[in-house]
């Protein structure tokens, strides 16, 4: 396979730095192969593509377009760290946190969360300009092994991509239309699925946030030792360049 | 002759949350009634109900940012029974009993030096802008030094346990999270017989003042009353984390002794009265009317039988030869046991540090599940009582929370008019100065008013008077 990839390899640029791709790579996944991190909450390494999140936008051929969905193509200059791309991200992820009910003090996620890396990342350093919606969603603790905290949920639908297509289960799906799109368990409650502590969609890489609970392991990993203890996110991808 | 007045101090200051004291005078300006009201309301007991059973530790150490580690631990004890944890590993044990030490050394530290000592070095009627901890520093530069690295020294040793000065996370249901590396034992060893010199020096400062301030010791918010802490279990010594429970008449009489705390719902009681947030607790077997009790340093060195560690029951020793032995019942020794305490904490720290069980790597124990727990410490400000129940999801169905300062409550309301009355009452003209001496009264219990009512909010504490008919005629509040 990569002596194909090689024959049909191409450049193009990001922020000035030229890239490779090969045929049928996305933006997002060529810049990842060139240590080139491009912001992302709803993709993840292993999952199809949705391009739902937006937070991976970049500039493409003076389009805004979605790093994660976007082919890439020879020759295109592409436009990633910029002050105006990182001011939208930051406007989106800002709505994420007044969307939900996202405490960082108290939530076990706290330094694993992509969410609140990101906010890291993007200099959120005050709190969200626009109002808190506050929705007021009950804990589902009916699973022996499993909680869900959709007070914490962001949409980014990576439990319903993992397990219809990894696990082969179709767990979680989305419901409603509009702002009252969420994600759902495909039962009454969890204990009412099949959903196993060992499925790819409970696992804590799928879940950006600290909804998927797995029980009885919070706070295990110390302070100082969580993945975003000692780095931004994007850091092991950027650390390829180094 | 004058119209009934009332006065309120508002907030109180130099302590932790907010409340008021309202005082009322007749018309010959005659203290006739003073309260301490709690105006803060928190509701942690009700919105933790329905969070799963190992968020509980870290969430409910957010009622307070000066003893989280209390509240942290008397949860983490209470989630240990529910996961069927009876005994700990030793690594465990160890290191939230360091982080515990850490804990009630930097909090003593801080009520001693950075909030009560203006009042002790330049007297309780100094002007104002004298009685902060920056005229501390100003005029003793040594002892101002002292107060600020010995509060970091514990600061450090909660970080190098919890994982952060303030709210962090190592103890979790079963055990604990981390232990300690040999880099961050060495740094605390390089510093530790500092720390005792320290410590020995705050002991005498607090002892000297005492003794050399006798008469006001004795007469100032000073009154007889029942005492409550945990001991060990076995021998009665001190013990900060764990025990059972040992309660004393002011006559040194046991009230009882060696009780699980898992029982303290049948030995205590909590009253509850329009005018406070904050409950009342009393002994069941006394009544509300003679069945209250205080809590706190003073509390402990009055029940413990002795302390495991030799300087703290050296001079132990000495504060109990001060009462002949029977309990000591002025409000004012506090200090002095506080300061014995942090030599206490300070002395098993580091016992702990050369301990290589806090090196270990057996950190979380594991049991057959229970659905209700109850955790009991010794937390800076006195007994700390946490108690949960939980269904089959892990959810939390019940919490009921008895802190060190709702003890306190009726002691402190007692000190309250003990002190107004002896220096207000028949006062033509009330002071800043005269005010201050009330909130000395309340300082002495290091309250944490917040912890108490797991409040909710921002409320400040003043100081109200009110007159013979119930008008408020004069108040005094500060902003913060």
Same mark, same amino acid.
Request: glycine residues 8%; aromatic residues 6%.
């Given at each position: 396979?990569s002596?194909t990839k090689?024959? #049909?390899?191409f450049s193009f640029?990001i922020?000035?730095?030229?890239?490779?791709?090969?045929a049928g790579?996305?933006?997002?996944?060529?810049?990842?192969?060139a240590g080139?991190?491009?912001?992302r909450?709803?993709?993840?390494?292993?999952l199809?593509h949705?391009g739902?999140?937006?937070?991976?936008t970049?500039k493409?051929?003076?389009?805004?377009v979605?790093a994660c969905?976007?082919?890439?193509?020879?020759?295109q200059a592409v436009?990633n760290?910029?002050?105006?791309?990182?001011?939208?991200?930051r406007?989106?992820?800002e709505m994420?946190?007044?969307?939900?009910n996202?405490l960082?003090?108290?939530?076990?996620?706290?330094?694993?969360?992509?969410?609140?890396?990101m906010a890291?990342?993007?200099?959120?350093?005050?709190t969200?300009? @626009?109002?808190?919606l506050e !929705?007021?969603r009950?804990?589902?603790?009916?699973?022996?092994?499993?909680a869900?905290?959709?007070?914490?949920?962001i949409?980014?639908?990576?439990c319903i991509?993992a397990?219809q297509?990894?696990?082969g289960k179709?767990?979680f799906?989305?419901?409603?239309?509009g702002i009252?799109?969420?994600v759902?368990v495909?039962?009454?409650?969890?204990a009412?699925?099949?959903?196993?502590?060992?499925?790819?969609?409970?696992?804590?890489?799928?879940?950006?946030?600290?909804?998927?609970?797995?029980?009885?392991?919070g706070?295990v990993t110390?302070?100082?030792e969580?993945e975003?203890d000692?780095?931004?996110?994007?850091?092991e991808?950027?650390?390829?360049?180094? | 002759?004058?119209?009934?007045?009332?006065?309120?101090?508002?907030p109180?200051?130099?302590v932790?949350?907010?409340?008021k004291?309202?005082i009322h005078?007749?018309?010959e300006n005659?203290v006739?009634?003073a309260? $301490?009201?709690i105006?803060?309301?928190?509701g942690?007991?009700?919105?933790?109900?329905?969070r799963?059973?190992?968020?509980?530790?870290v969430?409910?150490?957010?009622l307070?940012? /000066?003893?989280?580690?209390?509240?942290?631990l008397?949860?983490?004890?209470?989630?240990d029974?529910?996961? =069927?944890v009876?005994e700990l590993?030793?690594?465990a044990?160890?290191?939230r009993? $360091?982080?515990h030490?850490?804990?009630v050394?930097?909090?003593h530290?801080?009520?001693? %030096?950075?909030?009560?000592?203006?009042?002790?070095?330049f007297?309780?009627g100094?002007?104002a802008e004298?009685?902060n901890?920056?005229?501390?520093?100003?005029?003793?530069?040594?002892?101002g030094?002292?107060?600020?690295l010995?509060?970091k020294?514990?600061?450090?040793?909660i970080?190098?346990t919890?994982?952060?000065k303030?709210?962090?996370?190592?103890?979790?249901?079963g055990g604990?999270n981390?232990?300690?590396?040999i880099?961050?034992?060495?740094?605390?060893?390089?510093s530790?017989?500092m720390m005792?010199?320290?410590?020995?020096?705050?002991?005498k400062?607090a002892?000297?003042? #005492?003794?050399?301030h006798?008469?006001?010791?004795a007469?100032f918010?000073?009154?007889p009353?029942n005492y409550?802490?945990?001991?060990r279990?076995?021998? =009665?010594?001190?013990?900060?984390?764990?025990?059972?429970?040992r309660?004393?008449s002011?006559? =040194?009489?046991l009230?009882? &002794?060696?009780?699980?705390y898992t029982?303290?719902h049948?030995?205590?009681?909590?009253?509850?009265r329009?005018?406070?947030?904050m409950?009342?607790p @009393?002994?069941?077997?006394? =009544?509300?009317? +003679?069945?209250?009790?205080r809590v706190g340093?003073l509390?402990?060195?009055?029940? +413990?039988? %002795?302390?495991?560690t030799p300087l703290?029951?050296?001079?132990h020793a000495?504060?109990k030869?001060?009462?002949?032995?029977? !309990?000591n019942?002025s409000t004012?020794?506090?200090h002095w046991?506080?300061m014995?305490?942090? $030599?206490?904490?300070i002395e098993?720290?580091?016992e702990?540090?050369?301990?290589p069980?806090l090196?270990?790597?057996?950190?979380?124990?594991?049991?057959?599940?229970?659905e209700?727990?109850?955790g009991? /410490?010794e937390?800076?400000?006195?007994?700390l009582?946490?108690h949960?129940?939980v269904?089959?999801h892990d959810?939390v169905t019940y919490?009921n929370?008895?802190?060190?300062?709702?003890?306190?409550?009726?002691?402190?309301?007692?000190?309250?008019? &003990?002190v107004?009355v002896?220096h207000l009452s028949g006062q033509?003209?009330?002071?800043?100065g005269?005010?201050?001496?009330?909130?000395?009264?309340?300082r002495?219990?290091?309250?944490?008013l917040?912890?108490?009512t797991?409040?909710?909010?921002?409320?400040?504490l003043q100081?109200?008077?009110?007159?013979a008919?119930g008008?408020?005629?004069?108040?005094?509040?500060?902003?913060?």
């Open positions: 396979m002596g090689k024959e #049909t390899g640029t922020d000035g730095v030229e890239v490779t791709a090969y790579q996305t933006i997002m996944e060529a810049a990842d192969e080139v991190y491009i912001p909450l709803c993709d993840h390494q292993g199809r949705q739902s999140c937006r937070v991976c970049v493409a051929g003076g389009r805004s979605a969905t976007q082919p890439a193509a020879p020759g436009e760290e910029t002050k105006h791309l990182n001011k939208m991200r406007d989106l992820v994420l946190f007044h969307e939900g996202h960082c003090p108290i939530c076990e996620a706290s330094g694993n969360c992509e969410l609140q890396a890291y990342r993007l200099d959120m350093t005050e969200t300009r @626009f109002p808190y !929705p007021c009950a804990l589902d603790a009916s699973h022996p092994d499993i869900l905290d959709t007070n914490r949920c949409s980014c639908g990576r991509r397990s297509d990894v696990d179709g767990i799906g989305y419901v409603g239309r009252h799109r969420r759902a495909n039962g009454e409650n969890l009412d699925t099949d959903a196993e502590v060992s499925d790819h969609a409970i696992s804590r890489e799928v879940c950006p946030v600290g909804c998927i609970i797995r029980k009885r392991v706070f110390p302070i100082g969580r975003f000692n780095g931004l996110i994007g850091h991808i950027e650390e390829k360049r180094k | 002759m004058t119209e009934p007045r009332m006065i309120e101090i508002s109180v200051t130099r932790e949350g907010h409340g004291v309202t005078l007749d018309e005659r006739e009634e309260r $301490l009201h105006v803060e309301f928190r942690f007991e009700r919105f933790i109900r329905g799963l059973m190992w968020e509980v530790p969430i409910v150490q957010r307070c940012g /000066i003893c989280p580690v209390s509240h942290h008397a949860a983490a004890k209470a989630m029974m529910i996961a =069927g009876d590993t030793p690594t044990e160890k290191m009993r $360091l982080m030490y850490g804990q050394m930097q909090s530290v801080l009520h001693f %030096f950075h909030l009560a000592a203006p009042d002790l070095l007297g309780f100094a002007p004298k009685r901890i920056f005229e501390v520093i100003k005029e003793k530069p040594e002892l030094k002292r107060a600020v010995m509060r020294y514990g600061q450090e040793i970080e190098a919890a994982g952060k303030i709210h962090g996370t190592g103890a979790i249901p604990i981390r232990n300690l590396t880099e961050r034992r060495d740094h605390f060893l390089g530790i017989d005792i010199e320290w410590a020995l020096d705050a002991v400062l002892r000297d003042y #005492t003794q050399e006798e008469a006001l010791v007469e918010g000073s009154f009353s409550m802490s945990l001991v279990e076995s021998d =009665g010594a001190l013990d900060l984390y764990h025990g059972s429970l309660a004393l002011s006559t =040194g009489d009230i009882f &002794d060696q009780i699980p029982r303290y049948e030995l205590i009681v909590e009253d509850v329009s005018w406070s947030y409950k009342f @009393f002994i069941t077997e006394l =009544g509300p009317e +003679a069945g209250w009790y340093p509390a402990r060195m009055n029940t +413990a039988s %002795f302390i495991d703290a029951d050296k001079a000495v504060l030869a001060e009462t002949g032995g029977v !309990p019942n004012l020794a506090n046991a506080r014995i305490e942090v $030599l206490h904490c098993k720290i580091r702990l540090l050369n301990d069980d090196q270990g790597t057996d950190l979380i124990a594991e049991g057959q599940r229970r209700e727990g109850i009991v /410490i937390a800076p400000r006195g007994n009582i946490h949960y129940k269904d089959e959810q919490c929370l008895i802190v060190s300062t709702t003890h306190n409550n009726e002691g402190m309301n007692r000190a309250v008019k &003990d107004a002896k033509a003209q009330i002071t800043e005269m005010l201050n001496h009330v909130e000395v009264a309340i002495a219990y290091d309250p944490c917040s912890c108490a797991h409040a909710l909010g921002q409320m400040p100081v109200e008077l009110f007159d008919e008008s408020m005629v004069d108040s005094r509040r500060q902003s913060i």
